[in-house]
């Protein structure tokens, strides 16, 4: 057991594993417990119904710098080149790596995969990992931070952070407000398949429904590509859409992503869940920080939403090795000025870069479609432009949102 400070992580998600193995890699000393409410899964899905997330060129850094990325690289998927259309209008573009001078644009990895090496690694570097162990309230005002467990368990800590998604009961009691804006969509997720070899293409699709996300997953077979689909569908269009059967739904996919791929030969399990725009007044309250998902949720249209978090677990683990370093507390304020400072400038910019991108493609009419599209057209002759668009997804900025 260390003789450091106390970090209590309260969620085992990807968000929450990535904190703990950050922090845990940037300072030793610290003693990190981590606590999840569900017992670990085991096991492999099956390969149609497994759930994917886009991993950008920074994210990659880190996972790399946390001796993570030597086991995840043969578990990944890498996007050569994106394909960007709007169903029915004319105008597209390829973002391609080779633009970028750079191996990928970014990778598609498995969430069993991820999740399976990020709770590998943090019990190697030491993180005490309890699971399944829920807890019902938590304790601000006190000297250090406390949570309360179910059955009757007390934990007190330097720092709890608070990364097991939107939990407005807790909030609550920490005096945090929670800003609800409901997008009028929901998302559909699963995994289709089509013949042929996998190329490494992604494909962002606009239709009439929504955005269209379809990332190419690692190969199974020579014969066969599998890849990662998010569809954004209106709220008054989801029951007719999600109770169609495999047959007329591989149909309505095919209808709206169209034949780049030629048939569609499968599809998986589809879970569908409301896309509601979630921000926390605060992200820090007498020793609780929130982290991930539950100090912001993003439209799912450009896979950012991990890819924050992991940025976040970086920026954190920068700023309390430096309050460690000068004996600073780390939970108080002042040692986390910066970090918030930083991540809120994160935060900002890849909430309006993907709520503009989930807005842009709207059906607007004839009238305002056409520069639109036009503006495609001219992406795709214009490489300056379109490198300096295809940069920006691959995480590869600073903190300001400028390039470098």
Not at 103 to 129: F, I, K, M
Request: charged content about 20%.
């Amino acid at each position: 057991m260390s003789d450091g400070q106390q970090v209590l992580i309260l969620g085992g998600g990807l968000a929450g594993l990535s904190f703990a193995i950050a922090l845990a890699t940037e300072t030793p000393t610290l003693d990190i417990t981590l606590l999840e409410a569900h017992p670990f899964r085991s096991g492999t899905p099956n390969p149609m119904d497994t759930r994917g997330s886009a991993l950008n060129l920074h994210s990659v850094e880190l996972l790399n710098r946390w001796e993570l990325w030597s086991a995840l690289a043969s578990h990944t998927g890498a996007i050569g080149d994106i394909h960007v259309s709007h169903r029915g209008h004319f105008g597209s573009t390829v973002m391609t790596a080779e633009e970028l001078d750079v191996p990928a644009l970014g990778y598609v990895v498995e969430n069993h995969e991820l999740g399976r090496a990020l709770l590998a690694r943090a019990e190697q570097l030491g993180v005490t990992v309890r699971a399944p162990v829920r807890c019902v309230s938590l304790e601000a005002g006190e000297e250090r931070p406390a949570v309360q467990t179910d059955d009757g368990e007390r934990l007190t800590a330097d720092l709890v952070l608070l990364a097991a998604g939107v939990a407005e009961a807790w909030f609550e009691g920490l005096g945090i407000g929670v800003e609800e804006r409901p997008t009028g969509n929901h998302a559909v997720v699963f995994n289709a398949s089509f013949p042929g070899v996998q190329q490494g293409r992604a494909f962002e699709r606009f239709t009439s429904h929504g955005p269209l996300a379809v990332l190419p997953l690692p190969s199974l077979t020579r014969s066969e590509q599998r890849f990662n689909v998010v569809w954004s569908v209106p709220d008054k269009e989801i029951e007719t859409l999600g109770n169609l059967g495999d047959e007329a739904f591989i149909s309505a996919f095919q209808n709206a992503f169209g034949w780049r791929l030629g048939r569609v030969s499968d599809v998986g399990q589809r879970s569908r869940w409301p896309l509601v725009r979630l921000n926390a007044s605060e992200q820090y309250r007498s020793g609780f920080l929130l982290v991930g998902n539950a100090a912001h949720t993003l439209h799912p249209v450009a896979g950012q939403g991990l890819n924050l978090s992991l940025r976040e677990a970086g920026l954190l683990a920068s700023e309390l090795a430096i309050a460690v370093r000068e004996g600073q507390p780390i939970g108080q304020l002042g040692s986390l000025n910066h970090y918030l400072e930083h991540a809120t400038d994160e935060q900002h910019f890849i909430t309006r870069s993907t709520d503009l991108l989930a807005t842009l493609f709207n059906r607007r009419g004839p009238l305002l479609d056409a520069p639109r599209n036009l503006s495609l057209a001219l992406l795709d002759l214009v490489p300056a432009a379109r490198a300096r668009v295809a940069n920006l997804g691959t995480g590869q900025r600073n903190a300001r949102g400028s390039l470098g």
